[in-house]
Each structure stands twice: as C-alpha cells, then as structure tokens.
Nanobody, 121 residues
Framework: QVQLVESGGGLVQPGGSLRLSCDFS????????MGWFRQAPGKEREFVAA????????YYADSVKGRFTISRDNAKNKVYLQMNSLKPEDTAVYSC??????????????WGQGTQVTVSS
C-alpha cells in the first residue's frame, strides 16, 4: 500500500517562500505520476501541480504558474513543491497525491494527510 507523508508547511509572510516535501513509500515511486492539491476552509479541493513519472513533464494551475515549481527525486522517493511569492490566497492544507493524471482529485489513487500553509502578515 502506498503511503504519503507531507512536511514543510508553516506560517509565512506574503511574498515569502516555502518548500513542501512528500515522502513516498510502499511501492515503486518511479512508476507513479505525482501531484499536489490544496484545500482552503470552506472551499473545494483544487489542483495545484503535477509531475509525470520521470519528471519530464509538469503541469500547473494558472493561479500558481510562475510562482510554484514541482519536482521529484526518484532516488529518494520524494516529490517537492517550491512555493515562491506566496499570497494570502495560497493559504490552505496542501496534500500530496499519487497515481493520477488529471486536475481532478477523484482521478488520483493515493493521498497524504496534508500540511498546513498559512500566508499572513
């Protein structure tokens, strides 16, 4: 069974940066596309970014394009989300997902518990 554990969330001021990490275990990491989603209070879960199995292709939500970067290290079984120029509207619980291939959450097979990111002065 795949297990995903996120880390790296916290409180940051507007304009600041954070790097989220997701540790993957239980299966062969390099076989899975990986993604990040987020959910703010009272809102639906929304797609943030995705990366294919070998890191050769990435895809971003328009709201984060140019500010966030998704990457992966198949030797370490990790996927990352570098978040720069953070805005208050980026505040949400960020979750790592594995085994999907679209912007729709229901298409992704495995999920982590999430890590809170709060952008506030």
């Amino acid at each position: 069974q795949v297990q995903l554990v996120e880390s790296g969330g916290g409180l940051v001021q507007p304009g600041g940066s954070l790097r989220l990490s997701c540790d993957f275990s239980g299966r062969t990491f390099s076989l899975y596309n990986m993604g990040w989603f987020r959910q703010a209070p009272g809102k639906e879960r929304e797609f943030v970014a995705a990366i294919n199995w070998n890191g050769g292709s990435t895809y971003y939500a328009d709201s984060v394009k140019g500010r966030f970067t998704i990457s992966r290290d198949n030797a370490k079984n990790k996927v990352y989300l570098q978040m720069n120029s953070l805005k208050p509207e980026d505040t949400a619980v960020y979750s790592c997902a594995a085994g999907g291939g679209s912007v729709t959450a229901i298409d992704w097979e495995y999920w982590g518990q999430g890590t809170q990111v709060t952008v506030s002065s």
